[in-house]
């Protein structure tokens, strides 16, 4: 099946400093990746689409000098959190789609999620 | 725009007991709608989906009927087990249509099985 992971899992930070979570598809190459948020006892909000080779879209309402994302490889993608505050304590998900053509036993039509990573800014 | 709403948890059953979360969803068009399921410490994993109105998603003993008429696709399993406590979240297709675009996600309803 597809893996996906991300790294860190946890990071504590201090307020001003910045944050770099990594998401990485460990099977399979994604030209599209997707970067969530999720705050306690809410639903996961997309922030951005991340596009291999070109720069990522993001939603409404998401700064994108604030949470930069970056889509250098066919497997990986970052974001990072600049100047961090307390507001942007969340749980971090990230997810990634297989190409149409995979051929590996893939369910091309599903989307597969890393474990999430929890962002504590003091 | 779109949106879904799932019944909040969380849910306590006893082993073997019937399970239903309710999903209703608001959209434009025809999306697809999905159940993803977390177990603690793992990463979201697609349990099953529909394309269509009247298509019904099954896996694991789980089944969802996407239901047009009134807007929902609420999920099902008729004997719960201890290894079904997890997360379950609803979810639609977003503007771009499949998952190839963003999903819309319901905000999780959290199932304990009891022995």
Not at chain 1, 1 to 10: I, T
Not at chain 1, 15 to 31: M, N, W
Not at chain 1, 95 to 112: C, E, F, H, K, V
Not at chain 2, 13 to 30: H, M, P, Q, R, V
Request: charged share 15%; proline share 4%; aromatic share 10%.
């Amino acid at each position: 099946g597809a893996v996906v992971s991300q790294h860190p899992s946890w990071v504590i930070c201090k307020s001003g400093t910045s944050v770099k979570i990594e998401c990485r598809s460990l099977d399979f190459q994604a030209t599209t990746m997707f970067w969530y948020r999720q705050f306690p006892k809410q639903s996961l909000m997309l922030m951005a689409t991340s596009n291999e080779g070109s720069k990522a879209t993001y939603e409404q309402g998401v700064e994108k000098d604030k949470f930069l994302i970056n889509h250098a490889s066919l497997t990986l993608s970052t974001l990072t959190v600049t100047s961090a505050h307390p507001e942007d304590s969340s749980f971090y998900i990230c997810s990634a789609s297989p190409p149409l053509l995979a051929g590996m036993n893939l369910r091309t039509d599903t989307q597969y999620f890393g474990p999430g990573t929890r962002l504590t800014v003091l | 725009g779109n949106s879904v709403t799932q019944m909040e948890g969380p849910v306590t059953l006893s082993e073997e007991a019937f399970l239903t979360i309710n999903c209703t969803y608001t959209a434009t068009g025809y999306p697809s709608l999905f159940w993803y399921v977390q177990y603690p410490g793992e990463g979201l994993q697609l349990l099953l989906k529909a394309t269509k109105a009247d298509d019904k998603g099954s896996n694991k003993g789980f089944e969802a009927t996407y239901r047009k008429e009134t807007t929902s696709f609420h999920l099902e399993k008729g004997s719960v087990q201890v290894s079904d406590s997890a997360v379950y979240f609803c979810a639609l297709s977003g503007r771009n249509g499949g998952s190839q675009g963003n999903l819309i996600f319901g905000k999780g309803t959290k199932l304990s099985v009891k022995p």
